[in-house]
């Protein structure tokens, strides 16, 4: 989530996450015979990931590399009123949005282009091998962005925990609880999309309920769907999520 715009609602928790990395470190990818662009084994690349630790679309980046246990450089992006863009940031990203990406001379911005790419060179992959499967994964990724992002983050999460315990409006608790059963239902008709094994759209998910799921009428909503719940309590405490917690999300 972003700085001023919506003013932290601080809770004293200590923060988890990753600290902002100032330097630059390398990661050696292991060799792999994937198109032109594939890292031989100890080529020294560089990765640096622009965004803030609080930044949910910034999580998802960084939880994909850390699942390939790329090791990157997180520098301070942060495009909320009050916050500091490093100089020149509108090369990296032209409409000054976090996270952007750079990976061995390789600039990219907005998050699914970053993630599908990492994910074509950098081992083991997150997109299933099966083609509907993998529109699946693609089709919930898509249903974050386009449906859950906003209610739950924007509707549930930021209300209560950046404006003082503002209420969330009954349309966003409505857009919420719509949402979450329609992606409940992929627990049913296609679970290896997200659930039964970590995905792109894992990641995706992972990031809207993690905000939500950090208020208590964000809460609410999730205990509705029972299924949805026992798979959120497992995912939220794995090691890569406790890793990306900021002190801003419960999980
Ligand atoms: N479509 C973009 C969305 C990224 C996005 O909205 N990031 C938020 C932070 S989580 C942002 O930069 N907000 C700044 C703003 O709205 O001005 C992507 O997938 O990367």
């Known amino acids: ?54 930044s949910v679309y910034t999580r998802i980046v960084r939880l994909v590399l850390l699942a390939k246990k790329v090791e990157f450089a997180l520098i301070e992006a942060d495009p909320f009123e009050g916050g500091v863009l490093p ?13 952007a990406f750079e990976m061995d001379g390789v600039r990219l911005y907005e998050t699914d282009a970053i993630v599908h790419y990492v994910d074509a060179i ?17 089709q919930i990724m898509r249903i974050v962005d386009n449906y859950a992002y906003a209610p739950l983050v924007w509707g ?7 404006r003082d315990g503002l209420e969330p409006s009954d349309e966003a608790v409505g857009k919420a609880r719509h ?25 995706y998910l992972a990031i809207v309920l993690a905000a939500a799921d950090s208020v208590t009428q964000g809460t609410a909503l999730i205990d509705e769907r029972l299924r949805l719940r ?9 090691p890569i999520m406790t890793k990306t917690r900021s002190k801003h999300t419960k999980f």
């Open 179 to 203: 949402v979450l059963g329609v992606i409940e239902g992929f627990l049913d008709s296609s679970p290896d999309a997200c659930f039964n094994q970590q995905t792109l759209a894992t990641f």
């Open 1 to 54: 989530m972003g700085a001023s715009r919506c003013r932290r609602h601080g809770d004293g928790r200590a923060g988890h996450g990753i600290q902002p990395v100032l330097g630059i470190r390398f990661w050696c990818a292991v060799a792999r015979p994937v198109g032109s662009r594939s890292l031989r084994r100890l080529d020294p690349v560089e990765v640096k990931l622009y965004g803030t630790e609080e």
């Open 156 to 162: 549930i999460y930021v209300p209560v925990w950046w």
């Open 230 to 238: 026992e798979w959120w309590n497992g995912f939220r405490m794995t």
């Open 87 to 99: 100089e020149d940031y509108d090369l990296r990203h032209p409409f000054k949005r976090i996270p």
């Open 122 to 138: 950098i081992d083991p992959k997150l997109t299933p091998g099966d083609s509907l499967v993998a529109a699946h994964m693609r």
